[in-house]
């Protein structure tokens, strides 16, 4: 997938699903979807957090975090998160979008917005919070059928998913976060995952 044909696609389609009921005590939150073109392919770029971390620890993530007094937006939030995290400087990332807010069961609600990058943007992870940054294809992830949901009542949601990579497992947050992406992207296959208990 290129970055046109991701873009047409996303713009194409409105929002799937209707806002969610979110109750007030939630702390807002937001994160970056990092994508850039190489080679004429589209990547995501995501990072595994480092295992030294009180929360998550070692788990696969976006970069991003809570909302801070003085962020003036969760816009704000989602480029100070990203720039201290992988070190990408704030003007270097063109916001294309936004998906609905995420409501996770730590009682943060995450407002996830995707950007164009440029690949030749140096990253540099913070080691104190980022174990490493690597990449997968947009269109691994965008691919439902590639997706694994074992179905349970958690939280606010009935499966929880899990798209494997490589060595690598994606899951919770994140991998909630890119199949509602991948929804989005491709609304025709929302129903394609492949169970694990059903």
Known sequence: MTREEFLQRFQLHAPRQ???????????????????ERDGKLELVLTQRSTSLRHHAGQ??????????????????????????????????????????????????????????????PLQADPNEVAEIFTVPVAHVLHQQGHFAYRMQRFL?????????????IWGATAG?????????YPERHSLYRSLNE
């Open 18 to 36: 209707a806002p969610r009921r979110v109750p007030q005590r939630f702390r807002p939150a937001a994160v970056l979807i990092p994508l850039w």
């Open 177 to 185: 976060i890119l199949r509602e992406l991948a929804d989005h992207v």
């Open 157 to 169: 949601y009935d499966r929880v998913y899990f798209i494997p990579y490589q060595h690598r497992n």
């Open 60 to 121: 696969i993530s976006f970069p991003g975090g809570r909302q801070e007094p003085d962020d003036a937006s969760l816009w704000e939030t989602a480029l100070r998160e990203t720039e201290e995290e992988i070190g990408l400087p704030r003007d270097a990332v063109e916001c294309i979008g936004q998906l609905q807010d995420y409501p996770v069961i730590s009682n943060f609600i995450i407002r996830p917005y995707v950007g164009f990058i440029d690949p030749v943007t």
